[in-house]
């Protein structure tokens, strides 16, 4: 097809930057890379402990070599589950290097949504950090393709294998002929408006982010430092403490918990505004709220309006506003306003259905704790939802 003259392609992008990669090219080579001339810089910091580029590369040969000893082969999917430490891009680059296809999932799944991620991905191994291993058992894997799990610790459950399996292993992990064009890894959307969707990279993929976004745009370097708010499982965490760092020989710093907000608010030089868009097929981009809007609530921050459409999207809803309101003792609580459809009977039955719903969608402790049902919303001179009108009634 002729390129529309103006129109840029991927091609015209990747000369702009002067990227280029050969047709045979594995993504692992971000890490590898390094060890001829920077093997001794450090790539990551965690807790106590520093890792140069020498240690990780033979810690990632080790697990590459671990993952094929217990029987995956080229092309089979591995299931990651891991906190932020540095056996998590030890076992993505040392997959990808054996030719595996590492599937990086969020931490926080429910039971049900990791056996979805199982089914789905087919992954014949899965390595998860200790928090995440009751997920993994024998009876959670009976009827997938899983076979076998790594545990990133001593504490394992039956039949599981501890890190003395990787430990064990071989060092020496040749590089499996890959293209630039084969799967590299895999991540999940958010599953939002139904279940998470499958995203294949491709090994040209990373090498072709960090260049154009790590390096052309925040302008890393070999002597900076890197510490990323999104965690490794989301895309942008992977690229913030992986492979941007690694493209350049630069340092990341791996924090297993969760930082508080004020330090995703302020990113180095930048400020983190909170204002959430999305962007049509067009390229146009459309506000949706902001991220200021979330909440602690049992503990877990949570986005009423993710919620809210969530709830939109039941046969039985007609309409809905959910907001986050104080208890008396400072505690939040989400309370949603919702009008039922007409062959819905509201009460507590629907009430129970609703919040199970939102539990299915989105994640367990995302649903509201009370629904209140109304004839109608009330409206603003616009006709939008008045939010403060319904926060008023609540009070």
């Known amino acids: 097809m002729n390129n529309t003259a103006g129109t840029p392609t991927i091609a015209s992008l990747a000369a702009e930057i002067g990227f280029w990669l050969p047709r045979h090219y594995n993504a692992s080579r971000l890490l590898y890379d390094n060890l001829d001339t920077r093997g001794n810089n450090r790539v990551?910091?965690?807790?106590?402990?520093?890792?140069?580029?020498?240690?990780?590369?033979?810690?990632?040969?080790?697990?590459?070599s671990a993952l094929l000893d217990q029987g995956a082969e080229p092309g089979d999917r591995v299931l990651m589950c891991l906190d932020d430490v540095p056996a998590y891009p030890a076992a993505v680059m040392g997959s990808m290097r054996a030719g595996l296809v590492?599937?990086?999932?969020?931490?926080?799944?429910?039971?049900?949504?990791?056996?979805?991620?199982?089914?789905d991905s087919e992954a014949r191994v899965?390595?998860?950090?200790?928090?995440?291993?009751?997920?993994?058992?024998?009876?959670?894997?009976r009827g997938t393709a899983c076979r076998a799990v790594i545990v990133a610790g001593e504490e394992t459950a039956a039949g599981q294998h501890g890190w003395e399996t990787v430990r064990r292993a071989s060092d020496n992990?040749?590089?499996?002929?890959?293209?630039?064009?084969?799967?590299?890894?895999?991540?999940?959307?958010?599953?939002?408006?139904?279940?998470?969707?499958?995203?294949?990279?491709r090994h040209a993929d990373p090498p072709y982010t960090a260049a154009a976004y790590g390096r052309h745009i925040l302008g890393i370097q070999e002597d900076d430092?890197?510490?990323?708010?999104?965690?490794?499982?989301?895309?942008?965490?992977?690229g913030n403490s992986v492979t941007f760092p690694m493209s350049v020989g630069a340092c990341a710093v791996l924090m297993p918990g969760r930082p508080d907000k004020t330090a995703e608010t302020m990113r180095g030089e930048w400020?983190?505004?909170?204002?959430?868009?999305?962007?049509?097929?067009?390229?146009?981009?459309?506000?949706?709220?902001?991220?200021?809007?979330?909440?602690?609530?049992?503990?877990?921050?949570?986005?009423?309006l993710e919620v809210e459409l969530a709830l939109a999207e039941h046969p039985k809803v007609l309409e809905c506003c959910v907001q986050a309101l104080p208890l008396a003792?400072?505690?939040m609580t989400l309370h949603a306003w919702v009008v039922a459809t007409a062959?819905?009977?509201?009460?507590?039955?629907?009430?129970?259905?609703?919040?199970?719903?939102?539990?299915?969608?989105?994640?367990?402790?995302?649903?509201?704790?009370?629904?209140?049902?109304?004839?109608?919303?009330?409206?603003?001179?616009?006709?939008?939802?008045?939010?403060?009108?319904?926060?008023?009634?609540?009070?």
């Open 126 to 141: 899965a390595v998860v950090s200790p928090a995440y291993r009751s997920h993994f058992t024998r009876e959670a894997l």
């Open 44 to 64: 990551f910091v965690c807790d106590e402990s520093t890792w140069s580029y020498n240690e990780l590369a033979a810690e990632a040969s080790r697990a590459g």
């Open 271 to 304: 400020i983190y505004t909170g204002d959430r868009f999305v962007c049509d097929a067009d390229g146009f981009y459309f506000y949706k709220g902001r991220t200021d809007d979330l909440v602690k609530v049992s503990g877990q921050w949570v986005y009423p």
């Open 343 to 395: 062959n819905a009977p509201a009460g507590a039955a629907l009430e129970q259905e609703l919040q199970a719903y939102a539990k299915s969608a989105l994640l367990p402790h995302k649903y509201p704790r009370r629904i209140e049902f109304l004839e109608s919303l009330p409206k603003t001179g616009t006709g939008k939802i008045d939010r403060q009108a319904l926060t008023r009634m609540w009070r």
């Open 225 to 238: 430092v890197c510490f990323s708010i999104p965690k490794i499982f989301f895309a942008y965490g992977f």
């Open 173 to 201: 992990l040749p590089e499996a002929p890959t293209t630039q064009e084969d799967m590299a890894l895999w991540m999940y959307s958010s599953g939002s408006t139904g279940k998470p969707k499958a995203v294949v990279h």
């Open 102 to 119: 590492p599937v990086l999932v969020n931490t926080l799944s429910r039971p049900d949504l990791v056996r979805f991620f199982l089914e």
């Open 329 to 331: 003792d400072q505690r």
